[in-house]
């Protein structure tokens, strides 16, 4: 069984840092996509930032500059570092990953329980 689990969520103060991970375990073929998305309270979720199996990137404005999405491939581990945090940033930070999973023949969406980050001002 496949699943994803996030770490690093906490309360920080405006200004601040925190580096959340997300960690893919189980029975797993192969990864290709990562990413990270976000939910505040009254909103929809959004897309954070990606990163694909070939290394590539790319971030929603609001937070490029400030954030930086990694994976370590070996460890099937995906980072999500982020600085000079605002309290806009408040959110629950969900890991989404499309994998394959051993003796299976199609690519799904797995997704974390969630993380909360909250920044205080």
């Known amino acids: 069984q496949v699943q994803l689990v996030e770490s690093g969520g906490g309360l920080v103060q405006a200004g601040g840092s925190l580096r959340l991970s997300c960690v893919a375990s189980g029975n797993i073929f192969g990864i290709d996509s990562m990413d990270w998305y976000r939910q505040a309270p009254g909103k929809q979720r959004e897309r954070v930032a990606r990163t694909t199996s070939g290394g590539s990137t790319n971030y929603v404005d609001s937070v490029k500059g400030r954030f930086t999405i990694s994976r370590d491939n070996a460890k099937n581990t995906l980072y999500l570092q982020m600085n000079s945090l605002k309290p806009e940033d408040t959110a629950v930070y969900y890991c989404?990953?499309?994998?394959?999973?051993?003796?299976?023949?199609?690519?799904?969406?797995?997704w974390g329980q969630g993380t909360q980050v909250t920044v205080s001002t």
């Open positions: 989404h990953a499309v994998l394959r999973a051993l003796l299976t023949t199609t690519w799904r969406d797995y």
